[in-house]
């Protein structure tokens, strides 16, 4: 006997969002947890008594709208839940900022070198190309999944000892500050969509083609010296990134003091890597 909720057929709505309705209650409900997989299109059809069509356009935008993962020869998954980033005034890196919001970050270093910069990382830094850099990149892992990439450049001659430092699992802003006495200010962050090549899918444990939040970050001195660049991939499917907003007061010409029209985000002094 079939106990699953029925789509009224006598209903002026469209039977795709009637299933979408069907399948998120049942989410809210538990009936699957994150990560876990949900019956395949054939077995939706048969459940609910509508064609391929109606159950493909509601698995569509269930995933347009983040609610299910859909892996190609695996099936439909319910999504996890988004890690959140703050991008407010406030510069503390990706280990500290996961171990506050109660998470256990993991990192694995890929490599730790020291190399000469070439065009781009010396312009992030204001060095010339060809001076040695510290190159990290490291993979960071939150419950054993695979979450950023992130690539680590700091002029070699400002703290040598990080060339050889282990970051396994330690805060690389920890170790700059406590070994080298070196504080960070502020930071620039430059964000954009991008697509994940074949190595970069492979490490993230995502499909080629997968949407990733591309990060470029600039951090820099109480000396307003630039001393770090890094540039990070995180994935898409599991990050998301929250802008504190504020409206600013201005001087008005006509009475001494207004609102502002616009709002002004604090993404240009945040927190990298």
């Not at 506050?100 to 992030?124: C, I």
């Not at 450049?153 to 690389?172: E, G, H, W």
């Not at 074949?198 to 630039?226: Q, V, W």
């Amino acid at each position: 006997m079939n106990n699953s909720p029925a789509i009224n057929f006598e209903s002026h709505i469209p039977y795709y969002i009637q299933l979408m309705d069907l399948l998120k209650t049942q989410i809210v409900q538990k009936k699957w947890g994150p990560g876990e997989q949900i019956p395949g299109e054939q077995d939706l059809c048969e459940t609910y008594g509508v064609s391929r069509t109606v159950v493909r356009q509601a698995l569509r935008e269930l995933e347009l709208e983040g609610t299910i993962t859909r892996r190609k020869g695996k099936g439909t998954f319910i999504s996890e839940p988004k890690i959140s980033e703050g991008l407010i005034q406030k510069l503390t890196g990706f280990y500290q900022d996961m171990i506050e919001r109660g998470l256990k970050p993991v990192t694995r270093v890929l490599h730790q070198q020291v190399v000469p910069a070439d065009e781009t990382v010396a312009k992030f830094l204001n060095i010339l190309p060809g001076t040695q850099v510290v190159d990290i990149q490291r993979l960071r892992f939150i419950n054993d999944e695979p979450i950023q990439l992130v690539t680590t450049y700091i002029p070699y001659a400002i703290f040598p000892p990080l060339a050889s430092a282990d970051l396994t699992n330690r805060s690389l802003y920890e170790f700059l500050e406590t070994e080298g006495g070196i504080i960070l200010s502020r930071g620039r962050r430059y964000i954009e969509a991008v697509l994940a090549n074949e190595t970069e899918a492979m490490l993230l444990d995502i499909e080629r083609g997968a949407p990733l939040l591309m990060l470029d970050s600039i951090s820099y001195t109480e000396n307003e010296i630039p001393f770090e660049y890094y540039h990070a991939l995180h994935r898409g499917d599991r990050s998301r990134f929250e802008v504190d907003l504020i409206r600013s007061r201005e001087s008005s010409p006509l009475n001494g003091s207004s609102f502002s029209s616009g709002l002004q985000d604090n993404s240009s002094t945040t927190k990298p890597q």
